[in-house]
């Protein structure tokens, strides 16, 4: 959460003469970070972002606390003032005997510390000057003198402060229970919540919810001109109950974010009392009840043990054993017992934050500041350092893509519902957010190619004729188990490419990753692509992916013309398949004779390639050079290891060859 | 044609040539399979065949010699007409790799001279390695800063690599871990600058002996070897469940070196002289007990920050982070 906070407001609670900039800087360094300072004409205001664990310094007093110590550390004279901490019940002197109101408190834990008082007649008009200014300046609406006396007092000690009218609560009761389920209250802003129950609520003597406690009050029993009798009203409540109300009924007011991180009971009575002095002062009321203060429970001391010479080696530094008490000491810490092995009593504000050494050594290293560690690089050496080949092969894959003219794209893995009917698929079979931010932005990619036609599609202005684009991304796969499988793959789209030059491609890059792979007509092929002109790409007899001209239908889906050949590969099989150990053959020594040789046959030319790379052990090469329907044309380089090979046995090969393929 | 004939025309053909393809097709004509001196062999009677054999084979070497020699000459003539070498040349067609590819090899060159190992770990993970197990209990306000994507009550989409922590700690068993985690990551932030889906390098050293200066030693190598030899970090206080202590680490303005300022005025980049670079800490002794090591012998240190937001400083390409996933290849070519 971020708070704002005056200059002039932590000045009440901070003497020092540094400057608001050098305040802010030194604050940054060593503890809560100032993100920026607001210059107003009398005053400068601090945007201070207050980290989850340390809720007992979004106030001014907090700030004051820490910036006391760091000022310190710097030194630079400053000094903690108007510390509410002293404050006591005997400060309030002699109170009336009489009961505020009738107070029935149905679960302890629901409030750990309750406390109220009664004053009354309190001259009701607005609030000083300066007290309007700092509630401006903290993006609060000056209300009336009553009011703002309680947001004011939330801004010094980031304790959260009701007032009720209290001739509005019936019966003079008030019954702090759990809310049911189907309750209705609507707040002082307005708006009617139906509790989901179990929230924290307050009845009055007629049944009437009048407070969603540690969130808003409620609009019955608010204070306004005509008010004669008030009861201030401090707290503490169970932290996880108000997050829960806060987040379902979207309030997510000041005092919840300050009550849901668990504010210091401790702190409750001091800023009662503090409360009961400023509408004196500032309305004239007078307390005409006795002091409420129900507090069955006080927390118990806190001790953690600190060895000194621990957090030197933690920390890599040799901060002195006088530092670290006199650190911990000017934050609020109390150390017993002989170094190296302190026993640090923890300060009643820090009491849900403060468990471990660990976490005192931030608090000792932080304010002594984290600038002046030294920078060392770690001695420690693995002795296995492989990792998954996939790892490294798709950065192989990525560059001979590169090389062979495509351009890489990063595209979401988050997808709409149409990228999958785009394609002809169904969305079912893909995970789905519970929460998604759009509809755009709903499901997890199961294939690499929709985004990639979209991208296409996105570039169909530009004048390029030939467009070659790839994607290297994990896709999602749900499986009966309870995460899915992330699998590696590999896509490739072009435009302006024949098959033939995309299945080039391919090839070469196949075959630069070293991968044995043969093509054949596929079937069952996934439906973005035109059965007649899709082949199947296997590995070591296993399918590893597809390449194809795009269904015109998909195409169009995608307002894509022309020829769109598409490639989709499961590359975490391509890498497992892959020969990293790549063995070369010895270049022939003799001389080869080039030849060509055209064969009649009705079969898939791989096939015939296929064959005749095997016909003969003179065969070192053989290369495809063209069709004329069923004749196809080979050129094979013959050559013999041993000894140079003459024409008439290059002819003998030859028409064994033809023979064998009739 | 006679074998004189063959000679003088030859000559004056060849010496008449001015470019290397009329000598291929003059090679062709006199010395092919079925050129001009193959077939005044082939004329010739038997007899003659052995008067003549010597001189028709010399022939050939003549046509040969002069066939060089011409080409000699034409090189050299051409050689020395004046081109206007300036002119642009033709550029092959070429592929683009991702800024975001090349910073994930920068960033792993980068750690793997450290000693670091690369891993990944899923992007898709349950509560517990995600959160839970990284001391964030289910209803603890620190959940939300996280902005998660769910897929379930108990499955997310990552918005952070720190699930790769306990995952690494339970595939080693033992210390010493040193992994650098990179991967996808998400968060449920509607914004006009940011991306639901970037990037995360994750790093973690656990061993015995690990302290906070050897954190500071990491940073410093990587923020000096990715940004720059003049580049220093500085650690802040941060809060983070599953570090303790926690740390910012910020890196010095290349644009101000540091100062806040810019010929008198503050600096546009940074903030008084310092750039966030992102999370750090020593590795929480509850997330150590989780991944099965001992709090009290070892130690260690983890940070996890953003590959898109090192691109923008290192680059300057863009402070909208949505730049770098668009499908534009008028912008994606250029890199």
């Known amino acids: ?662 | 044609m006679t074998l004189d004939q063959l000679n003088k025309q030859s000559a004056s053909e060849i010496n008449s040539a001015n470019s290397r393809a009329d000598l291929d097709e003059l090679k062709t004509k006199y010395l092919g399979r079925k050129g001009l001196v193959n077939q005044l062999l082939q004329s010739l009677p038997k007899e003659e065949l052995k008067n003549q054999g010597r001189a028709i084979n010399s022939l050939k070497q003549t046509i040969e010699s002069r066939l060089n020699k011409q080409l000699k000459k034409i090189q050299t003539t051409q050689s020395t007409k004046q081109v206007d070498v300036t002119i642009p040349g033709i550029k092959p067609p070429t592929g683009h790799l991702h800024l975001i590819s090349e910073a994930i090899e920068e960033i792993t060159d980068i750690f793997k001279t450290l000693g670091f190992v690369r891993r990944r770990y899923p992007e898709v993970d349950t509560d517990w390695y995600y959160a839970e197990g990284l001391n964030i209990p289910k209803d603890h306000p620190a959940r939300d800063d996280q902005e998660t994507f769910y897929i379930s009550d108990d499955v997310v989409l990552t918005a952070h690599t720190s699930n790769g922590q306990l995952r690494e700690m339970e595939r080693m068993k033992t210390p010493p871990i040193k992994m650098i985690n990179i991967g996808k990551t998400y968060r449920r932030q509607a914004s006009n600058t940011h991306n639901p889906m970037f990037h995360q390098f994750e790093g973690l050293l656990i061993d015995k002996g690990i302290n906070m200066t050897h954190l500071v030693g990491v940073s410093n190598y990587f923020a000096q070897q990715y940004f720059g030899k003049d580049r220093v970090i500085r650690l802040r206080p941060h809060h983070f469940q599953f570090t303790e202590p926690s740390f910012e680490v910020d890196i010095n303005c290349h644009i101000c070196k540091g100062t806040g300022k810019v010929e008198g005025k503050r600096c546009k980049v940074c903030k008084g002289g310092w750039l966030e670079l992102g999370g750090a800490g020593m590795v929480h002794p509850t997330v150590l007990k989780n991944g099965g090591i001992d709090p009290k012998k070892y130690s260690g240190f983890a940070f996890g920050w953003g590959i898109e937001r090192v691109i923008m400083m290192k680059h300057n390409v863009t402070d909208n982070l949505r730049e770098l996933y668009t499908s534009d290849l008028r912008f994606l070519q250029q890199s």
């Not at chain 1, 996880?240 to 379902?248: M, P, Q």
């Not at chain 1, 491609?505 to 630069?512: G, M």
Request: aromatic share 6%; glycine share 4%.
């Open chain 1, 1 to 662: 959460m971020d708070i704002k906070l005056p200059h002039s407001l932590l000045t009440q609670y901070l003497d020092t003469d540094a400057t608001p900039k050098y305040i802010a800087e030194k604050l940054s360094l060593c503890g809560p970070t100032v993100d920026r300072l607001h210059k107003l004409e009398k005053d400068t205001v601090y945007d201070i972002e207050i980290i989850t664990n340390r809720v007992d310094s979004a106030s001014a007093f907090g700030v004051a606390r820490e910036a006391a110590t760091i000022l310190k550390e710097f030194k630079f004279h400053s000094k903690l003032v108007n510390d509410p901490y002293r404050l006591t019940k005997k400060d309030l002197r002699d109170l009336p005997t009489n009961q505020p109101v009738d107070v029935q408190i149905m679960d302890s834990t629901l409030v750990p510390r309750f406390a109220c008082i009664a004053l009354s007649n309190p001259d009701i008009k607005d609030s000083p000057q300066q007290t309007q200014s700092w509630l401006n300046a903290a993006d609060q609406r000056p209300l009336n003198n009553v009011i703002d006396i309680t947001n004011e007092l939330a801004l010094r000690y980031g304790q959260p402060v009701h007032v009720f009218d209290l001739d509005k609560i019936k019966g003079s009761k008030m019954i702090v229970r759990e809310s049911k389920k189907g309750e209705k209250i609507t707040t002082l802003d307005g708006k009617t919540h139906t509790l989901k129950g179990g929230d924290i609520v307050i009845e009055d003597g007629e049944g009437r919810l009048i407070d969603l406690c540690g969130i808003m009050g409620g609009g019955l029993s608010d204070v306004d001109e005509n008010t004669k009798n008030i009861l201030l009203f401090v707290q503490t409540y169970e932290p996880k109950r108000i997050r829960r109300t806060s987040l379902y009924t979207q309030e997510r007011t000041l005092a919840s974010q300050l009550f849901e991180k668990g504010i210091d009971p401790e702190l409750v009575l001091p800023v009662l009392i503090r409360g009961v002095q400023l509408l004196q002062e500032r309305t004239g009321a007078i307390i005409n009840s006795h002091l409420i203060d129900i507090y069955p429970q006080p927390p118990q001391t806190k001790k953690v043990s600190l060895n000194t010479d621990w957090l030197r080696e933690f920390s890599g530094t040799n901060i002195s054993d006088q530092k670290i008490t006199s650190i911990l000491s000017s934050l609020g810490f109390t150390t017993a017992n002989k170094v190296p092995n302190l026993a640090v009593t923890v300060p009643s504000w820090r009491i849900n934050d403060i468990n471990l050494p660990e976490d005192l050594a931030e608090e000792v290293m932080r304010v002594y500041g984290y600038f002046k560690l030294e920078s060392i690089l770690p001695p420690t050496v693995l002795t296995d350092t492989t990792t998954e080949s996939v790892l490294t092969d798709e950065i192989d894959a990525k560059h001979h893509l590169v090389g062979l003219g495509f351009t890489e794209i990063f595209n979401n893995s988050l997808v709409s519902a149409a990228s999958f009917s785009h394609i002809g698929e169904s969305s079912e079979r893909a995970l789905k957010l519970k929460n998604p931010l759009s509809t755009d932005l709903e499901y997890l990619r199961t294939s690499l190619l929709p985004s990639l036609l979209q991208n296409l599609s996105d570039n169909r202005g530009l004048k390029q004729k030939q467009l070659a684009i790839f994607e290297l991304a994990n896709v999602y796969l749900p499986k009966d188990k309870k995460l899915p499988l992330e699998q590696a793959s590999l896509a490739l789209v072009t435009k302006g490419h024949s098959y033939a030059e995309v299945k080039g491609y391919l090839e070469t890059l196949l075959n630069k990753l070293h991968l044995d792979v043969t093509f054949t007509p596929a079937e069952n092929a996934p439906s973005l692509f035109t059965p007649a002109q899709t082949a199947a790409v296997f590995s070591s007899n296993k399918l590893i992916g597809h390449i194809g001209l795009v269904n015109p239908e998909v195409s169009d889906n995608f307002s894509l013309t022309g020829e769109i050949v598409a490639v989709s590969l499961n590359f975490d099989l391509v890498s497992t398949l892959r020969q990293h150990l790549h063995h070369f053959k010895p270049v022939p020594t003799t001389a080869s004779v080039i030849e060509d040789i055209t064969i009649n046959s009705t079969k898939p030319v791989a096939e015939l390639l296929e064959k005749l790379k095997s016909a003969h052990p003179y065969i070192y090469s053989v290369s495809y050079k063209n069709s004329h329907q069923n004749n196809h044309t080979f050129t094979i380089e013959f050559n013999n290891p041993k000894k140079n090979l003459t024409q008439t046995e290059v002819n003998s090969i030859k028409s064994k060859i033809i023979k064998g393929s009739e």
